[in-house]
C-alpha cells in the first residue's frame, strides 16, 4: 500500500489523525515494489489475434449422456431427432385441440 500511495499520492486531507490510514502510510515502505505490467503478461501470439483455446471438436462437444443399457443402438443424434419429431406431433396435436374448440365454441 505503501508503494502504491508513493506513485499515487492521497491528499492530506483525506488522512485523518489517529486513522490506521495515516499510521501506515507515514512510514517509509520497506520493500520496492513496481506495478508496471511485465513485458511477458501478453504473449506475441495474443498481438497476432491467434487462438488462445482449442476449438470444440463436436456440435455438441462435452459431458455426454449416462451409458444405455446393452442392446440400444441409438445415437445422440438420433434421439434429438426422435425427441424433435415427438415435441412437433405434441405441437400440431395442441394446435388441433384448440382449432376444435374454438369451432365447438363458436357454434
Not at 508503494?3 to 520496492?32: F, M, N, T, Y
Request: proline share 9%.
Amino acid at each position: 500500500m505503501r508503494c502504491w500511495v508513493r506513485d499515487h499520492p492521497v491528499s492530506e486531507s483525506r488522512l485523518q489523525d489517529g486513522s490506521a490510514a495515516k499510521a501506515i502510510l507515514s512510514k517509509p515502505p520497506e520493500l520496492d515494489v513496481r506495478f508496471d505490467p511485465h513485458p511477458d503478461a501478453n504473449p506475441p501470439s495474443r498481438a497476432q489475434g491467434l487462438r488462445r483455446w482449442q476449438m470444440n471438436p463436436d456440435r455438441d462437444w462435452g459431458p455426454r449422456p449416462r451409458a444405455a443399457k446393452s442392446g440400444k443402438d441409438e445415437s445422440v443424434e438420433d434421439r434429438r431427432v426422435k425427441g424433435a419429431k415427438r415435441a412437433d406431433e405434441l405441437r400440431a396435436k395442441r394446435k388441433a385441440d384448440v382449432i376444435t374448440l374454438l369451432l365447438r365454441l363458436m357454434s
